[in-house]
């Protein structure tokens, strides 16, 4: 049983060896990562993974995040060439975990060629210090996230939580065999004929702001990215898109305080028990 982990990169130096390590270390075989032409070091961390045989890496600097063919193509060298059994398609902000630790367990019995896996937000205060490590202050998440949010003007309509307190699609684990392509986003796969799909105990932790610098570079990048994409509909990327026009037009903070929750509305949602804190992964990701 071979586990292969497509991780699609680009400019991540703060977190990009701590993911392929990890991953490394829990089960994953090979790592097939694709570079979006990183210009901060992380290119120079995928070629020293490369070196040490951990992982292949594949160029794809182009502008418009075609992630759908980028990954694909990724998916289909991993099972042609790398011989891949099970694949999943990662982002460096992303962690996956299984109980007992080993991402193959359960592998070779299922006959599933879709595993689901739900994926968990994990959030700090906006309006509070960023500057100690992410891993130590991302320990909060909200008990049960809200439906996603159905806005009629993307862009300016105000949201009811902050974004990463509503549910984000799950992400899934991909029988090789049959695999024809993966879905924007990671959330599907489409096979050469009908493919069956199971709930998985795998549960994905989610770290997608770290600090202010960080998530401004994101913002500028993926609504840049999603703006020269002419291929991809106005609502795929909305929030990016969102972000970009409020980042241009409001700043930074505007865009922490739509993505987060306030150090108060977390201190009261803590104690109403809609928010909770949740150190799990902080205890597994600790020397990573």
């Known amino acids: 049983m071979k586990l292969v982990m497509l991780l699609l990169v680009r400019d991540e130096i ?110 700090y205060p906006w309006d509070t210090p960023d500057d100690t490590p992410w891993l130590d202050r991302l320990v909060y998440r909200a008990k049960a996230p ?58 994905i932790f989610h770290y997608p702001v770290r600090n202010r610098e960080q998530l401004a570079k994101k913002v500028v990048q993926g609504g840049q990215a999603y703006e020269a994409n002419t291929e991809l509909t106005p609502r795929m990327g909305w929030h990016w898109r969102r972000w970009y026009r409020m980042y241009q037009e409001e700043g930074i903070e505007a865009v922490l305080a739509d993505a987060l929750p306030s150090q108060a509305a977390l201190k009261a949602e803590l104690e109403e028990g809609a928010s909770l804190v949740d150190r799990r992964f902080t205890e597994i990701g600790k020397g990573y």
């Not at 939580?161 to 029988?175: E, N, T």
């Not at 796969?189 to 549960?203: K, M």
């Open 14 to 123: 703060d977190i990009i060896s701590a993911n392929m390590t990890f991953h490394l270390d829990h089960g994953v075989d090979k790592v097939v990562a694709i570079d979006n032409g990183s210009v901060d070091g992380t290119r120079d961390v995928l070629d020293e993974f490369e070196r040490a045989g951990a992982a292949t890496v594949i160029d794809e600097p182009g502008r418009n995040y075609d992630q759908t063919t980028w990954t694909t193509n990724a998916a289909l060298r991993a099972r042609d060439e790398e011989g891949a059994d099970f694949i999943f398609s990662n982002d460096a902000d992303e962690f996956w975990t299984i109980p007992g630790g080993n991402l193959k367990a359960g592998l070779a019995e299922t006959d599933a060629r879709i595993l689901v896996c739900n994926r968990l937000n994990m959030v």
């Open 146 to 203: 809200f439906p996603r949010p159905r806005l009629n003007d993307i862009y300016r309509d105000p949201m009811d939580h902050p974004y990463f307190y509503h549910a984000l699609f799950p992400k899934v684990m991909m029988r090789a065999e049959g695999l024809v392509s993966i879905a924007q986003g990671n959330h599907e796969a489409r096979y050469d004929q009908p493919a069956n799909e199971t709930t998985s105990d795998i549960e």
